[in-house]
């Protein structure tokens, strides 16, 4: 059974969605259908429900995804154990968002390089809020991702930066400014239920907005829910709502100028990103590499 069809059958399992599960494996959905079809003949079982509007794993396919999650896991085990032999070879699964990638691994993608000439590192991309569930299902082998307030027991996080998490309006004139006294953003005089929001669909950033806003008991207008921090502050700074994003996202990208931070008696806890990687697979020398370059180059202790 090919590693790859392996890897095809789990983020399907994770996703539980053969087109988005396409998108991110760059493969058509025809072809994830295919692999997936063979799988079954091959077992025997039905590993999915479908039905127009739901995918579900069968107990097959709950049991076939332990089973695919160690066999992966085990593979890259031997390889590492194997390259360390001699100097480091083969590869690294990474997943991060478009932004991260530039910000926070450009850095360190740039030691490991040099050190470790020999691996090649496979970067996938998305939506942020993807990434721990991505090393849980053995997809990919570390992400960069926020810490959450509870961590999975089988998880391991290195810490690399801190970053506020803002609340932005836009820094031209619009109604929307209108609503909020003063400059700069400080605390508006109106009324928060009639104040446009634009906030992230689901992930940490989500969580900690939602305490939030439960602790102040406030209950805003909710204009958008965006997949992904990075289109926040380009529909913030067209006025459209208040964008609620983490500063370095925000900072990173092309709208930074459109936009500037609400002033807040109160503000939401900071956020810290950081690698996320199941912690037995810092047997892998590889993994282990990665996380000794990562900490160095943000000169935190492992």
């Not at 079954?40 to 709950?62: C, I, W």
């Not at 970067?123 to 997809?139: C, E, F, K, P, Y």
């Not at 502050?233 to 990208?253: I, R």
Request: net charge negative.
């Amino acid at each position: 059974m090919e590693n790859r069809a392996l890897e095809v059958f789990l983020a399907v399992a994770e996703t539980l969605n053969f087109t988005r599960a396409a998108e991110q494996l760059h493969m058509s959905v025809s072809a994830v259908s295919r692999t997936v079809a063979r799988l079954e003949e091959s077992l025997g079982q039905p590993l999915f429900q479908r039905d127009r509007r739901n995918v579900r794993l069968t107990l097959a396919g709950q049991e076939f995804r332990s089973y695919a999650t160690d066999t992966l896991a085990a593979w890259r085990q031997l390889c590492g154990r194997l390259s360390d032999q001699g100097s480091l070879s083969g590869e690294v699964s990474l997943f991060c968002s478009v932004t991260a990638s530039y910000s926070i691994l450009a850095p360190v993608l740039e030691l490991f390089r040099v050190r470790h000439p020999g691996v090649d590192i496979m970067l996938h991309t998305g939506d942020q809020a993807d990434g721990i569930s991505r090393v849980l299902a053995g997809l990919n082998d570390v992400s960069v991702s926020v810490r959450p307030q509870q961590l999975p027991p089988t998880l391991g996080f290195l810490p690399l930066v801190n970053t506020p998490l803002n609340f932005y309006l836009p820094t031209t004139d619009c109604a929307l400014r209108n609503l909020f006294s003063g400059q700069g953003g400080e605390t508006p005089a109106a009324d928060w239920s009639n104040v446009p929001f634009i906030v992230p669909e689901r992930g940490v950033t989500k969580d900690l907005l939602e305490e939030w806003l439960l602790r102040r008991q406030l209950r805003p207008q909710i204009y958008a829910q965006v997949a992904g921090h990075e289109a926040i502050a380009a529909m913030a700074a067209l006025g459209l709502g208040v964008g609620v994003s983490p500063a370095l996202v925000v900072e990173a990208g092309a709208m930074a100028d459109g936009v500037e931070p609400m002033v807040l008696d109160d503000e939401p806890p900071a956020l810290t990103i950081g690698l996320c990687y199941q912690q037995k697979r810092l047997a892998d020398p590889r993994v282990s590499s990665l996380w000794q370059v990562a900490g160095e180059t943000y000169q935190i202790a492992g």
